[in-house]
């Protein structure tokens, strides 16, 4: 029998999880205390709770982040990914997006069709350092780094041998697929090998991003992110729970409608044991800060009107001070500047979502707005199904001890989605044109079956 992506999908992110859990016991509170706000939700809430996803999709939904440290690693990350229906997604460039001293430049793996997101979502946020970028690196320590990185096996070559045949042939057989799946897991265990310190504190006092993707001769999983449906919620029985989150809910302010795109908060990295040669070779126990764990919630897509609405805000926001913010003046911001109801969102064209007849007669002159209005069509939310530079980088923040250091007078290395798609070797997809593409589909079907006049 063939294992399909979907299935390798599917299995590689339950494997991630079990094996997240044993590592960091604190994500297994995180995944309780958000399967029983989950219920709870749907128990007050009804089916309006669903609306962005069912409750089976919803709880089995995670995104893992990974950090990997140069060209060829990132491809053969593609590669894995793609063995399992998991496609590059966006570009996001971190260097820039933070005070903090972030060298890296993302994308974000996930599947791409609205069927295979409703049957396994699973998406992993992928960081690439960027050893060349003299702002974070100079020349001797640059190239240290990138030859300690060239030097370095993160994926066995029985893994990406797989990994081609599973994408040529879609799919594995069962003794293959459990192979690939142990394989690929394997990859991304915290390793037992000695850290060097001397070289891991070299790195650190640069970024600390830095010395945990460049530090170490392995990679790892860095959190695995599941969703819930009350964000805000989470965070007090967390901290209930003796569990110390950072302050804030990154993305935009909780509203009494449909949610625009992403809310995400954290715990801080817990001190983990791991073991250090000494410069004078001995081995030593030490620990290291660096994994945390994540919890998201997620709004309907918006569209690239209603993301200018949400960068604005940002922009604005950033003038306010904490108190004010604290105080309900996000909140209240957020309110004048975005409208919170579907059929506003969608009217304005400030989000994305698919349509549907209900079988009512229709006005065949009408606009979509105007018959979702009189009840010939429903219009459902298009769920946010990537990332926002500025909470990732507030989420890679929040969770470091040291700021770093850099130097915006030295030169930066030139790097941006062409680049990205170069180093990938396949197509790196444009969100828009995903959500776009999944709307105009129901369009196109509305008109069909409701006979409407072209527009
Ligand atoms: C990635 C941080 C970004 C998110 O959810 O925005 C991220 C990392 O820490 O490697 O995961
Ligand atoms: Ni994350």
Do not use: C
């Not at 830095?210 to 959190?223: F, L």
């Amino acid at each position: 029998m063939t294992v399909t992506h979907t299935q390798l999908r599917a299995r590689f992110a339950s494997r991630l999880s079990a094996l997240y859990g044993q590592e960091v016991p604190a994500y297994k509170t995180l995944v309780e205390v958000t399967e029983s706000i989950n219920v709870e939700a749907i128990e007050r809430v009804g089916a309006d709770a669903e609306k962005l996803g069912s409750i089976d999709r919803v709880t089995a939904e995670r995104h893992g982040a990974i950090r990997v440290g140069n060209e060829r690693e990132m491809s053969q990350v593609a590669a894995i990914f793609g063995a399992m229906g998991m496609f590059p997604v966006g570009f996001y460039d971190l260097r820039e997006a933070a005070s903090s001293s972030i060298p890296v430049v993302s994308t974000a793996f996930r599947p791409i069709d609205a069927e295979e997101l409703a049957a396994n979502p699973f998406r992993v946020f992928t960081s690439m350092l960027v050893a060349s970028d003299r702002r974070f690196f100079d020349n001797d320590l640059g190239g240290r780094l990138a030859s300690f990185l060239d030097s370095r096996t993160l994926f066995p070559d029985e893994l990406l041998v797989l990994a081609a045949e599973s994408e040529a042939k879609l799919g594995l057989d069962d003794a293959a697929a459990e192979r690939f799946l142990t394989l690929a897991t394997n990859a991304f265990a915290l390793s037992e090998e000695p850290v060097d310190r001397a070289w891991y504190r070299e790195l650190e006092s640069v970024s600390a991003v830095a010395a945990d993707i460049g530090g170490v001769t392995t990679t790892h999983i860095n959190h695995l992110t599941p969703r819930v449906l009350d964000i805000d919620l989470l965070h007090t029985r967390m901290e209930q729970r003796g569990i110390s989150m950072i302050d804030t809910i990154q993305g935009p302010p909780r509203t009494d409608g449909t949610d625009l795109l992403l809310r995400q908060t954290s715990f801080r990295a817990l001190d983990e044991e791991r073991r250090f040669r000494e410069s004078d070779g001995s081995i030593r126990t030490g620990t290291l800060r660096v994994r945390f764990g994540e919890v998201e919630s997620r709004g309907v897509a918006a569209t690239p009107a209603g993301r200018d609405r949400y960068d604005a805000f940002l922009a604005r926001l950033d003038s306010m001070s904490a108190t004010e913010r604290a105080d309900g003046g996000a909140r209240e911001l957020w309110s004048a500047m975005v409208p919170e109801s579907d059929i506003e969102l969608l009217d304005k064209d400030l989000a994305y979502f698919t349509v549907r007849a209900t079988g009512r007669e229709a006005d065949r002159g009408a606009s979509i707005a105007d018959l979702v209005r009189s009840g010939s069509v429903v219009a459902e939310p298009i769920v946010y199904e990537d990332f926002l530079p500025k909470s990732a980088a507030g989420i890679f923040t929040s969770n470091l001890d040291s700021e770093g250091s850099r130097d915006s007078g030295r030169d930066a290395t030139a790097f941006d989605a062409l680049s990205m798609e170069g180093v990938l070797g396949r197509t790196l997809h444009d969100p828009h044109t995903l959500y776009s593409r999944i709307r105009e589909a129901s369009i196109e079907e509305v008109r069909r079956v409701l006979r409407l006049d072209p527009e």
